[in-house]
Structures are given as structure tokens and as C-alpha cells.
């Protein structure tokens, strides 16, 4: 036992240690996340569960745009999907159940994503994010002119669902406790994609991105890959939508519109793509300094403006985004 | 043979017509704007995602000179002069520390300046349209309805715009080491062309182009600053299904595009019209991912 040479002993020892570090990180951000709404005042609490929406949404995007390196301006179509498909299924079914609520905003979502999938991964690079964005709009359209059920420029509204156990446990969502919902389904999510990112599968997508000829040549079949990786993002962004729609108990075309995709890319970059929490710090960031332009400007200040500069100051000077320096680690 | 007849019979002669003029006056604007944003692609690999923020400001720009001097040709030259500036500064300032970079970089900074100018024309101006009236007011009579003629001068003078663009390019000093350099950058540069500086001025023609289609377009439907993202999406559309990077193609691409779109509201909504130009560009993707006006490539 003692007398095992060094240098075997030492790689297992980083990579334990590297393992080890990760994970009590993770449960310290944890720790802070779930003790935050009891310390955080009521509009806080509330400001913390939609960053972590937006957060689910803009990871979903950073399997696209980080690991397969394709930029989708089109993630507002899943989104939306969610929200509406949860507003269905709160809407028709009476009680209004949660999980019900999950299950028809992945199906609308995973309908939207299919479609856009199969066409769109046809094409590459800059005709992807074209291409993803024109689909999205048509999304828009038909939710914006098919008033009859989608209430057109009103939206609809519902009642928040309860929180259910089936048979077992049943009770009112308070701040608190939709809080800690949004934040365990967010953490289920990022650990989810970590490890399939790390699969076989997420290596084949991130050799996608590197270079697709040789993954193609290698016997890949690389659309086939592109299509799972669309429909996947599609189905993880369109659980954000839901989760959105349950918080804020309404489904708006706005949110289908162009501007939820745009905003997503940004989170993005701002955080740094490719290391998926990154962009849901990217999604704190951009909020966080929202409000405090807002605070400070009063609400008239045209805030994207600012932010705007940021965002290209960013690109030429910081392409990593902030958490760009640690995508490595983060991935090891 | 009777039902045949009777459905020729339906079909409303005069308001195909009428569309037919009308689809061909705004896809020669799309074919101007359009045509901007392929030559950039095409020499740059630059999609500006911007481009329909140019048309919006041009237009913007028009209407400030056009109340400050009363001249709409003079708000017409101004408004391209000063939008080339814009964009040559833009170009200078975000696009060439990019150079050399993924392509993909380009679109999300232009996709920044695009918010930038979006949320600034709203600052500035507000969320209410600005109207202007048409330099031309007479009239011709289009079956029922009385035409104006400044429609038809929309179409003549876009088309001569691109006509003169495409001279200059065929037989200019200039345009042709535009041609060299989306030819062969690096060639290019070696024979001693200025490459940086022609990219510079490649992008301030093509804002210049955005904006005079803006300014002439003003008088349609009144000026408001979301209107740049509706004609970006319709000009990458027309940029796709043209074949990305082919002037011919996309001018052609715009017509056709503008001409369905003008027959589809005869009988549905126009905001359900823009469905068409979707369908067309899905049908394009599943048979013809490279274009619908390219050669078939080998």
C-alpha cells in the first residue's frame, strides 16, 4: 500500500479532487438558491424564480448554440409552444393540474420543435439561424391571427395549478415553494444535460461543432444527430415555457415573438456558451442589470440600449462570456 | 367542362391585375433591400442582421429632412448619404475586429446594433407612426380604382438603382475590385486592392440602398420603428430562396415572393399572407436547399 510509485497515485487523486470540488460547489450554489427566498423580499423572490426560468430556457439554447454550433434564433417557438400547451391542459382539464399542465407544454413543444428540426437542420451555420428564426415567426403568426383559440393579442389566463403528489400530498404554490419547484426542476435539468452532454452522444455533438465533415466521414449519421439535438433543446426550452406560464398564470403571443429568441441568444453570450450554466448566469446578468438601469433611469429608459453596447463589447472583446474562463473545468 | 368554365368565370380579372401592379412595386423595394444585404453576404460573409434597421432609420432619416427642407428627392439623397456614413462607421467599429472570426459572430453583433437602433428610433421618435405624404399626387385610372403614379415610380426608380449599382459593378474601377474581392480576398489584397476599405464601402452601399428603399417605401404605409424586423425577415427570405449571395436570384426571388403575397390577399388577411412567402421558403429548403434561382451545382 505504501510503497504504490507517486505517479499512478496522482492523476486519480486531481481527477477526485476536480469530481469532489464540482459537486460541493454545486451544493453550496444549491444551499444559497433554496435558502434565498426565506432571507429575499416578496419582488425578489419573485425577480430570483424568473431568472432561473429564463436560465432553464437559455440552457436549452446552449445545446444548440455551445455544443453542436448551431445558433438558433428561433427558441421563442418552443417557448412558447410551453406555455401554450400548459394553458391548454390548465384551461380544459378541471382541477387544473401541474403535471398535466408539464406533460401538454413538452408535447406542444416537442410538435414545434419536430417540425423545425426537420427542416431546418438541412442547412448549416447562418442558414440554420435563419431559417430557425423565419419558423419561429410563423409560430408567431398563427398564435397572433388564430384568435378563436389562442386568444390572439390577448393571451389567455388561468389559475395557478396546485402542487400535487398524486393520491399522496396537495397543496397551494406559495413564492416560497414555487420558488423551490422552478429551482429543483432547473437543477434536475442542468444535471440532466450535463451527463448527456458528456455521453457519447453529447461527444458526437460537440464533434459536430469542431468539424462536421469528418464527423460525417467518420460514419456519423450527422443529421439524424442535429435533429435529436434540436428536439431535445426544443423539449428542455418548451419546460421553461411551462414553468413561465404556471409563475405568471398567462400565455401572451409577445412571448412566441422574436424578441424571447433574441433575448435567449443573449443570455448566452453574455454568459458563456457551452458550459450550460453559463447562460443562466448570462439570464442574472442581463436581468439584474435591467433592473438597476430601470432603478436608476426610471422605467421610460430605453435599456436595450445599453445593453446593446454590452452585448458587442462583449463579442469582440470577451467571446467566452463571463464564465468562459472555467468552460473547460466545467465540462472535465 | 362547366364547373372549369365557371371557375375561370370566378377568378376577379381586374383585382389580379391590380395585385399583379401591386406585387410588382413592393418586391422591386424588397428587391433593393434584398440586394443590399446579398452583396454584403457576398463579399463579407456578413449577414446583417441590422439591414431592416437601416431601411427603418433611412426612412426616419427621410422624414426628418423631408420637414426640415420640403424636398422628397433631397430627403431621398440625404437620408442614403447619411445611413452610408452609419453604416460605414458601423462596419468600421463591430464588424472589423471580427474579420477572419466565425461568421456566426457577425450575425450576433449586428444582431446587437439592431436592437440598439430599434430601441433608439423608439426613444426618439415614439411608438406613433410617422406619416409623410407622396412627392407624386396624380392619379391614373386602374379599372375601378384611380392609381397613383408614384407607385409605378417606386418600381421604375428601385429598379434603376439597381440597374446603376449593377453597371457600376460590371464596369466601374471600383465595382470591379468589388467583384475581385468577393472573388478572392487574399488574391485580392495582393494585387493591391484595399480590402479592408472596399469592405467598408461594400457595407455603406448596401445601408445606402436600405435606406433609399425606406424613404421611398415612406409614403406607403407611414414610418415606425418595428418595421425593420418585418423587412429583414422578408428579405432573408428572399436572400434564401434567391440563392444566398446571388444578386440576380434574389431580385427575382423578391418579385416572385411579392407577387404570391399580393395574390394571397385577394382572399385571405394580409397578415396571413405573409404564411405564403413561409411556405414558399419551406418548399424551397425540402427541394432546392440552395436556391431557387441558382444552377443546379454538380
Known amino acids: 500500500m505504501t510503497s504504490a510509485p507517486l505517479s499512478k497515485s496522482m492523476p486519480l487523486k486531481t481527477k477526485l479532487s ?38 432553464l430556457l437559455a440552457m436549452s439554447s446552449d445545446i444548440l448554440i455551445g455544443y453542436t454550433g ?49 427542416f431546418s437542420t438541412r442547412l448549416r451555420d447562418i442558414y440554420f439561424a435563419i431559417t430557425t428564426l423565419i419558423f419561429s415567426q410563423i409560430f408567431y403568426v398563427i398564435i397572433f391571427t388564430w384568435t378563436e383559440v389562442t386568444g390572439g393579442e390577448n393571451g389567455l389566463i388561468f389559475s395557478r395549478p396546485h402542487f400535487t403528489i398524486p393520491f399522496l400530498y396537495d397543496t397551494r404554490f406559495s413564492t416560497a415553494t414555487l420558488h423551490w419547484f422552478v429551482l429543483s426542476v432547473v437543477a434536475g435539468s442542468y444535471v440532466l444535460l450535463r451527463r448527456i452532454m458528456q455521453s457519447p452522444f453529447g461527444m458526437v455533438l ?13 460514419g456519423y449519421p450527422v443529421e439524424r444527430y442535429k435533429i435529436v439535438a434540436v428536439m431535445l433543446s426544443g423539449l428542455f426550452a418548451g419546460l421553461a415555457g411551462v414553468l413561465y406560464a404556471v409563475q405568471n398564470q398567462f400565455a401572451a403571443a409577445e412571448f412566441v415573438f422574436f424578441t424571447t429568441s433574441g433575448d435567449t441568444v443573449i443570455f448566452n453570450v453574455m454568459g458563456g456558451i457551452g458550459t450550460l450554466v453559463g447562460p443562466i448566469v448570462g439570464a442574472g446578468f442581463f436581468q439584474l442589470l435591467r433592473e438597476l438601469l430601470s432603478r436608476i433611469f426610471g422605467d421610460q429608459f430605453p435599456y436595450l440600449i445599453p445593453l446593446g453596447v454590452i452585448f458587442i463589447v462583449m463579442i469582440i472583446f470577451l ?13 472535465r | ?53 437601416l431601411f427603418m432609420l433611412g426612412a426616419y432619416v427621410g422624414v426628418l429632412v423631408l420637414t426640415a427642407t420640403g424636398s422628397f428627392w433631397m430627403a431621398l439623397v440625404l437620408s442614403a448619404l447619411i445611413v452610408a456614413l452609419l453604416g460605414a462607421a458601423m462596419q468600421i467599429l463591430t464588424l472589423r475586429p471580427l474579420l477572419g472570426r466565425d461568421p456566426l459572430n457577425t450575425i450576433l453583433v449586428t444582431f446587437g446594433i439592431s436592437l440598439i437602433l430599434q430601441n433608439y428610433a423608439l426613444w426618439q421618435f415614439g411608438p406613433v407612426a410617422r406619416k409623410i405624404g407622396e412627392p407624386i ?22 429598379a434603376a438603382i439597381i440597374g446603376g449599382f449593377w453597371l457600376f459593378l460590371k464596369y466601374g474601377k471600383y465595382g470591379v475590385w468589388i467583384r475581385a474581392t468577393t472573388q478572392d480576398r487574399v488574391m485580392a489584397q495582393a494585387m493591391g486592392i484595399p480590402v479592408p476599405m472596399v469592405h467598408t464601402a461594400v457595407f455603406a452601399i448596401g445601408a445606402a440602398m436600405a435606406a433609399a428603399s425606406g424613404v421611398l417605401f415612406a409614403p406607403l404605409v407611414g414610418v415606425n420603428h418595428t418595421m425593420g ?70
Open chain 1, 18 to 55: 476536480h469530481t469532489a470540488v464540482f459537486w460541493i460547489g454545486f451544493c453550496v450554489v444549491m444551499a444559497l438558491l433554496i435558502v434565498a427566498p426565506l432571507v429575499l423580499p416578496e419582488y425578489w423572490r419573485r425577480f430570483l424564480t424568473e431568472i432561473l426560468i429564463w436560465g
Open chain 1, 70 to 118: 448551431m445558433v438558433s434564433f428561433g427558441h421563442s417557438a418552443f417557448f412558447g409552444l410551453g406555455m401554450y400547451g400548459a394553458a391548454a391542459a390548465l384551461l380544459i382539464v378541471s382541477p387544473p393540474n401541474l403535471w398535466l399542465a408539464i406533460l401538454f407544454g413538452l408535447g406542444g413543444a416537442a410538435g414545434a420543435a419536430l417540425f423545425v428540426a426537420y
Open chain 1, 206 to 218: 460537440q464533434s459536430i461543432r469542431e468539424n462536421e465533415a469528418r464527423t460525417r466521414a467518420i
Open chain 1, 319 to 331: 467571446p467566452q462570456g463571463l464564465l468562459g474562463f472555467a468552460r473547460r473545468w466545467l465540462n
Open chain 2, 1 to 53: 367542362m362547366d364547373a372549369v368554365a365557371h371557375f375561370f368565370q370566378s377568378i376577379p380579372v381586374d383585382l389580379l391585375i391590380i395585385q399583379t401592379v401591386n406585387g410588382v412595386v413592393t418586391g422591386m423595394i424588397l428587391a433593393l433591400v434584398a440586394s443590399g444585404l446579398t452583396l454584403i453576404f457576398g463579399i463579407m460573409d456578413v449577414v446583417n442582421f441590422a439591414h431592416g434597421e
Open chain 2, 137 to 158: 399626387t396624380s392619379h391614373f385610372n386602374l379599372f375601378y380604382l384611380t392609381y397613383p403614379w408614384y407607385r409605378i415610380l417606386i418600381a421604375v426608380l428601385s
Open chain 2, 229 to 298: 424586423l418585418d423587412w429583414v425577415l422578408k428579405a432573408f427570405i428572399v436572400v434564401v430562396v434567391g440563392g444566398m449571395g446571388n444578386l440576380g436570384g434574389s431580385i427575382a426571388a423578391a418579385i416572385f415572393i411579392s407577387l404570391l403575397e399580393a395574390y394571397a390577399a385577394i382572399w385571405v388577411d394580409p397578415s396571413q399572407a405573409v404564411i405564403v412567402s413561409f411556405v414558399v421558403l419551406i418548399l424551397t429548403l425540402l427541394f432546392r436547399p440552395t436556391g431557387l434561382f441558382v444552377p443546379t451545382p454538380k
